[in-house]
């Protein structure tokens, strides 16, 4: 079964951190793109981070650029996304998205999604 | 970064009918939009990509339509499960971005 599971949520004083973790399963990883997208309470969807499968490019949201970062492990299917210097403004429900993919050329949107895990940022 | 505005912001329906949801981009984003669907509690469901293709296993009720800066999804044919919000998501320019949503309740 193609799937998505993340973990690594929770409270969190502002200035702290967090590191976010997705397992993937049932689909060739190294071939997909893979993303991290975020939903504030009663909000719309944010993309924030994505690091490609094959050459290692990655990006951020000008949102969380310098604060947070994308990396990948392909041998342990897995995407993180650690989170320094926290805001509340960052209280949402972090996504891990699988970018759709399609003869070897991976676009900017999303087939598959994790359940999501919820990050507060809150004193 | 191009601003994706969806109309209307809710939508009431009897099963059956049809339902049409609006979206526009502050700038051409040629074919590159997506459709998603999301029920509370759960993670957005991937419809339609490059405006108009239907994504593997979702119902042939849900259409899409348009290029440029001015898209459609069509519900022909409203069925309660189709009950939620939905978004759509240009994926032409970085960074890629959302609609805020529309909420479509069955009457």
């Known amino acids: 079964e193609v799937q998505l599971v993340e973990s690594g949520g929770g409270l969190v004083e502002p200035g702290g951190s967090l590191r976010l973790s997705c397992v993937a399963s049932?689909?060739?990883?190294?071939?997909?793109?893979m993303n991290w997208v975020r939903q504030a309470p009663g909000r719309g969807l944010e993309w924030i981070a994505y690091?490609?499968?094959?050459?290692?490019?990655?990006s951020h949201a000008d949102s969380v650029k310098g604060r947070f970062s994308v990396s990948r492990d392909n041998a342990g299917k897995s995407l993180h996304l650690q989170m320094n210097s926290l805001r509340v403004e960052d209280t949402a429900v972090y996504y891990c998205?699988?970018?759709?993919?399609?003869?070897?050329?991976?676009?900017?949107?999303?087939?598959?999604w994790g359940r999501g895990t919820m990050v507060t940022v809150s004193s | 970064d191009i601003q994706m505005t969806q109309s209307p912001s809710t939508v009431s329906a009897s099963v059956g009918d049809r339902v049409t949801i609006t979206c526009r981009a502050s700038?051409?984003?040629?074919?590159?939009l997506a459709w998603f669907q999301q029920t509370p509690g759960k993670a957005p469901k991937f419809l339609i990509y490059?405006?108009?293709s239907l994504e593997s296993g979702v119902p042939s009720r849900f259409s899409g339509s348009g290029f440029g800066t001015e898209f459609t999804l069509t519900i022909s044919g409203l069925q309660p499960d189709d009950s939620g919000t939905y978004y759509c998501?240009?994926?032409?320019?970085?960074?890629?971005?959302f609609g805020q949503g529309t909420k479509v309740e069955i009457k």
């Open positions: 998205a699988r970018s759709y993919c399609s003869d070897a050329t991976c676009y900017g949107t999303f087939d598959m």
């Open positions: 049932g689909f060739t990883y190294t071939s997909y793109t």
């Open positions: 690091f490609s499968g094959g050459p290692g490019a990655m």
């Open positions: 700038q051409s984003v040629r074919n590159w």
């Open positions: 490059k405006a108009s």
């Open positions: 998501q240009q994926f032409d320019d970085f960074p890629w971005t």
